[in-house]
C-alpha cells in the first residue's frame, strides 16, 4: 500500500525557515510522471492548495506563498520537499503533500507547521 510520511513540521518563529519533506514508501509506479502538491489547512478554514511541481520541473504557487516558497521533487528517492523561507504567523496550518495523476491520488497525514513568537 502506497503511503506518503511528511516530515520536517516544527515550531519556527515568525521570519524563520523550515523544510517539509514527503516519502513515498511501499509500491507507486510512475512517480515521475504524475504531479505533486502541497496543500495546507488551518483550524476553521478550507483546505487550500500551496504548490505544485509537474514531471515536467515547472511549478507554481498560490500568491502569498510566491517567493518565499521552493517546491522540488527527487525522483530517484521519491520524496517531494517544501522549503518555506520568511515564515509568517498565517502560515501556521496542517501541510498536507499529495501525489495526483491521471490513475493516481495520494495524500499524506499531514504535518503540524506552527509559526509564532
Known amino acids: 500500500q502506497v503511503q506518503l510520511v511528511e516530515s520536517g513540521g516544527d515550531w519556527v518563529q515568525p521570519g524563520g525557515s523550515l523544510r517539509l519533506s514527503c516519502a513515498a514508501t511501499?509500491?507507486?509506479?510512475?512517480?515521475?510522471?504524475?504531479?505533486a502538491l502541497w496543500y495546507r489547512q488551518a483550524p476553521g478554514k478550507q483546505r487550500e492548495w500551496v504548490a505544485l511541481?509537474?514531471?515536467?520541473?515547472?511549478?507554481d504557487y498560490v500568491d502569498s506563498a510566491k517567493g518565499r516558497f521552493t517546491i522540488s521533487r527527487n525522483n530517484a528517492k521519491k520524496t517531494v520537499y517544501l522549503q518555506m523561507n520568511d515564515l509568517k504567523p498565517e502560515d501556521t496550518a496542517v501541510y498536507y503533500c499529495?501525489?495526483?495523476?491521471?490513475?493516481?491520488?495520494?495524500w499524506g497525514q499531514g504535518i503540524q507547521v506552527t509559526v509564532s513568537l
Open positions: 499529495r501525489i495526483q495523476g491521471r490513475r493516481v491520488d495520494v
Open positions: 511541481i509537474r514531471s515536467s520541473g515547472a511549478t
Open positions: 511501499g509500491m507507486i509506479s510512475g512517480f515521475s510522471i504524475n504531479d
